[in-house]
């Protein structure tokens, strides 16, 4: 059974910094491509990032500069790191896993809320 489950979400000031971490089990962590969504109150979900089972990295413009994504596959982890951190970048984060449209996995979410 796969699980992806996410942590690291919070609460934190405009400028500021969170790590997003996912960790993932029941599956071979290595050979899928690996994604951060977000999703804000009445918006749909949009790509923030994303890494290839190869490692290459992909962003949004919106947060190209600002947010680094990351996979350790030791550990079965993909990592976003966030800085600069704007109100508009508050939202659900979903953790993505992808090899084929059939095989595709969702984790529950995390919530970061940037605000003074």
């Known amino acids: 059974q796969v699980q992806l489950v996410e942590s690291g979400g919070g609460l934190v000031q405009p400028g500021g910094s969170l790590r997003l971490s996912c960790a993932a089990s029941?599956?071979?962590?290595?050979?899928?491509?690996m994604g951060w969504y977000r999703q804000a109150p009445g918006k749909q979900r949009e790509l923030v990032a994303s890494?290839?089972?190869?490692?290459?990295?992909n962003y949004a413009d919106s947060v190209k500069g600002r947010f680094t994504i990351s996979r350790d596959n030791a550990k079965n982890t993909v990592y976003l790191q966030m800085s600069n951190l704007k109100p508009e970048d508050t939202g659900v984060y979903y953790c993505d896993a992808r090899r084929s449209a059939s095989d595709h996995f969702w984790g529950q979410g995390t919530q970061v809320t940037v605000s003074s």
């Open positions: 890494i290839t089972s190869g490692g290459s990295t």
């Open positions: 029941g599956m071979i962590f290595s050979i899928y491509h």
